[in-house]
């Protein structure tokens, strides 16, 4: 991937202190970084995630040979950002629980068919096990290929592969469990 | 809802759970793992597989329409995410060590106000020594004293929360200098006094700076990096920064998060 390449010389530039090179490296990252924080942590400490997964990538960029691609090498330390967050805050959002979801799309009458299913999908989404949701995450709203995924996990491309389709599995009970209690309620 | 996980097809036996992986794979255009021609055998004698691919897709459909939407937005936070410059970098430390030693001279100057004046140069600065201030005025002078130099080493502990006892701090040394020219100025004071308030300035002076130099590394467990604009989080969330900084740690995290949690 040319972008790839090009990031990556931006990541050796930076490393040696080129101003630009840094922001460009900023301006090129700064959206997937936060995208992806947004999803694995939640919104509103995104730029919070965000901030801090720049500031240690800043710090260990000295250390960055350019063997991954730093596009890789970057969101696996957003990850570790995200993980570490999650970690700290100590306790589970009581809002995953799939009675809980179910009760919530009972209470949002009247109801409009789109905000109902992007309702549903983010609560699916909240209540999958951690390293699904981190695998689900990476190749569907990240973008990226199933070996680049693998990368940012640190994992093989098998593992990838089977958590996206167990991620896959339950989103589909998730939401189909959804359309059951539509049904039931009308 | 009919998932049939390890039911076996005429195809050679390959399980649900394999097939759905590679279904799953091919979604997404990656290798699927298995022999596309044993899967699509699978597929032709399992129902259970073909429903479970429609409803992936059927999945897969809501996600990229979901993710790509308007609300999707991202920030510019380019201002806030570039390094500082290396000079900057290396003030820090150096800062928080002046603190600190501000700090310790304002507590000695606190403890001083307790102890009785014995006459000596040290002891006689603390306050208890004036006309006026004996007693529990003096008690009290020195107490506040004592606070504003704990006040400062946590800051120099914390530079991160100093935004907490620094709107504190301003107004202390606004309104002490204010009382302190009108007192030198109708002679109720005197210099050797006055030289007593130094380590309040200064110490407000090198916290102010150090603020300035506000570190992008800091604790955020609720949203916490910008705690400084309300002091009830400065206060709360007492828990460590997460510190590590290789990307080739072993991370340790298994708990399920909260995607999207706030945006519903
Ligand atoms: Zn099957």
């Known amino acids: 991937m040319n972008d790839d390449v090009q990031l990556t010389r931006c990541a050796l530039r930076a490393a040696h202190g080129d101003r630009s090179a840094t922001e460009t490296f900023i301006r090129l990252t700064q959206q997937s970084v936060w995208r992806m924080l947004a999803h694995l942590a939640s919104r509103d400490v995104a730029d919070d995630l965000t901030q801090e997964t720049y500031a240690r990538a800043f710090s260990a960029l000295s250390r960055f040979r350019g063997d991954s691609s730093a596009r890789t090498w970057l969101l696996a330390i957003a990850r570790r950002v995200a993980a570490d967050h999650l970690r700290q805050r100590g306790t589970r959002p009581t809002l995953v629980g799939s009675i809980d979801w179910q009760r919530r799309a009972e209470q949002n009458q009247p109801r409009v068919p789109e905000l109902d299913e992007g309702l549903a999908l983010r609560q699916a989404m909240g209540s999958l096990a951690t390293e699904r949701h981190e695998a689900f995450v990476l190749t569907q709203i990240t973008g990226l ?4 995924a693998a990368q ?6 098998g593992t990838i592969r089977s958590r996206v389709a167990r991620a896959r599995d339950d989103l589909r009970t998730a939401l189909s469990a959804t359309t059951d ?3 039931a309620t009308r | 809802m009919t998932p049939t996980p390890g039911r076996v097809g005429d195809d050679g036996g390959m399980r649900c759970d394999r097939a759905r992986e590679g279904i799953s794979a091919l979604l997404d255009s990656e290798d699927p793992g298995i022999d596309a021609a044993v899967l699509q055998r699978h597929l032709a004698s399992c129902p259970g597989c073909r429903r479970w691919q429609d409803e ?3 999945v897969n459909r809501m996600v990229r329409v979901r993710s790509t939407g308007p609300a999707d937005v991202t920030p510019d936070l380019a201002s806030r995410l570039l390094p500082q410059p290396r000079g900057v970098r290396r003030l820090r430390p150096l800062l928080r060590v002046s603190l600190l030693l501000v700090a310790v001279v304002q507590l000695t100057v606190g403890v001083a106000g307790l102890l009785p004046p014995l006459g000596g140069h040290l002891f006689a600065i603390g306050g208890a020594h004036m006309p006026g201030m004996t007693g529990h005025l003096g008690n009290e002078t020195a107490a506040f004293n004592i606070a504003i130099g704990i006040a400062l080493g946590w800051i120099a502990a914390r530079p991160y929360r100093a935004h907490g006892p620094l709107p504190l701090l301003l107004a202390f040394v606004v309104v002490l200098a204010g009382l302190s020219v009108l007192d030198f100025a109708t002679g109720r004071v005197g210099w050797q006094r006055l030289a007593v308030h130094l380590p309040v300035v200064a110490g407000l002076v090198v916290a102010a700076a150090l603020t300035r130099l506000r570190p992008a590394t800091m604790p955020a467990p609720e949203g916490g990096a910008t705690a400084g ?3 009830e ?3 709360r969330d007492e828990a460590p ?6 990307p080739d740690e072993p991370e340790t995290g298994r708990r399920p998060p909260a995607a999207w949690r706030e945006s519903a």
């Open chain 2, 233 to 235: 989080h400065t206060v």
């Open chain 1, 145 to 148: 290929s199933y070996a680049e």
């Open chain 2, 229 to 231: 604009e309300d002091s």
């Open chain 2, 56 to 58: 992936a897709a059927r």
């Open chain 2, 241 to 246: 920064s997460p510190t590590s900084t290789s």
């Open chain 1, 181 to 183: 209690t539509d049904a």
């Open chain 1, 152 to 157: 940012v996990c640190g994992c093989r491309i």
